[in-house]
């Protein structure tokens, strides 16, 4: 039998402490009625300290930014003050609603697993990362997992990431690849969410599947909805000129 991760594991004890819970009907339970109560399938709270796995939701002070204006941005790693281990993640509401092989030649000409996959924008820093998840939300094998189910890659691991396609591990839509990330030195990053550039989000593992899985244009209103009060508040305001 497969056991769930310990991501998920911590962050749902977590979001019981916040999230309202709900009924629902359940054979196996040991209630009398058969039901039991547990966490939506999509929630989000926030949290006062960034963390891997969590979310950079941008605020109000970011509007009229070209870059990261209404963003929400997948933090891969919080990093340190080690010089060479900032924080840095992707953008996931930026879709460019094309494929690999309609901008990559080398993809387009040859026989390549990776032809079909969507192509994002994640962030100004000129690399390239690619996610993947798997819809059980089991690991995969070899990657770093970020959130249940969903890992993370670089232009160095794709022959690994070809293999698990090849085989049918994984299938096409299950990766997103992202031109571009975004970084920052720790401080920074601490500074920005100090004066207000961002609200630090722990999101639920379906949230995060399904904005892979599906159009994330929406997500920025989605995840502050889902938080509720003053931010479900501005997820309705209309978008302020930054300058």
Same mark, same amino acid.
């Given at each position: 039998?497969?056991?769930?991760?310990?991501?998920?594991?911590?962050?749902?004890?977590?979001?019981?402490?916040?999230?309202?819970?709900?009924?629902?009907?359940?054979?196996?339970?040991?209630?009398?009625?058969?039901?039991?109560?547990?966490?939506?399938?999509?929630?989000?709270?926030?949290?006062?300290?960034? *963390?891997? &796995?969590?979310?950079?939701?941008?605020?109000?002070?970011?509007?009229?930014? &070209?870059?990261?204006?209404?963003?929400?941005?997948?933090?891969?790693?919080?990093?340190?003050?080690?010089?060479?281990? &900032?924080?840095?993640?992707?953008?996931?509401?930026?879709?460019?609603?094309?494929?690999?092989?309609?901008?990559?030649?080398?993809?387009?000409? +040859?026989?390549?697993?990776?032809?079909?996959?969507?192509?994002?924008?994640?962030?100004?820093?000129?690399?390239?990362?690619?996610?993947?998840?798997?819809?059980?939300?089991?690991?995969?094998?070899?990657? $770093?997992?970020?959130?249940?189910?969903?890992?993370?890659?670089?232009?160095?691991?794709?022959?690994?990431?070809?293999?698990?396609?090849?085989?049918?591990?994984?299938?096409? $839509?299950?990766?997103?690849?992202?031109?571009?990330?975004?970084?920052?030195?720790?401080?920074?990053?601490?500074? $920005?969410?100090? +004066?207000?550039?961002?609200?630090?989000?722990?999101?639920?593992?379906?949230?995060?599947?399904?904005?892979?899985?599906?159009?994330?244009?929406?997500?920025?209103? *989605?995840?502050?909805?889902?938080?509720?009060?003053?931010?479900?508040?501005?997820? +309705?305001?209309?978008? $302020?000129?930054?300058?």
């Amino acid at each position: 039998m497969y056991v769930p991760s310990n991501l998920s594991y911590w962050r749902d004890v977590r979001a019981s402490f916040v999230i309202p819970k709900v009924q629902t009907i359940d054979a196996n339970a040991t209630a009398l009625d058969g039901t039991v109560h547990c966490l939506p399938r999509k929630w989000a709270h926030s949290i006062p300290m960034p *963390e891997s &796995g969590c979310v950079l939701v941008a605020t109000e002070e970011l509007d009229g930014n &070209g870059t990261f204006e209404r963003t929400v941005i997948l933090l891969l790693r919080s990093g340190s003050r080690d010089a060479y281990d &900032g924080p840095f993640g992707v953008i996931l509401n930026r879709p460019l609603y094309t494929k690999m092989k309609h901008v990559n030649p080398s993809f387009r000409n +040859q026989a390549t697993p990776f032809s079909d996959c969507s192509l994002f924008f994640g962030g100004p820093v000129d690399m390239s990362v690619f996610l993947m998840r798997t819809t059980d939300g089991r690991p995969i094998k070899g990657f $770093e997992e970020v959130s249940p189910g969903v890992c993370f890659g670089f232009r160095t691991d794709l022959e690994k990431a070809s293999g698990f396609l090849k085989n049918g591990v994984l299938k096409p $839509e299950d990766l997103n690849f992202y031109v571009g990330y975004s970084a920052w030195d720790y401080d920074q990053l601490l500074s $920005e969410i100090d +004066q207000g550039y961002w609200h630090v989000t722990s999101c639920s593992s379906g949230l995060i599947s399904d904005a892979l899985a599906r159009d994330p244009s929406c997500l920025w209103t *989605e995840v502050l909805k889902l938080m509720g009060g003053q931010y479900a508040e501005l997820s +309705q305001k209309p978008k $302020e000129d930054g300058s």
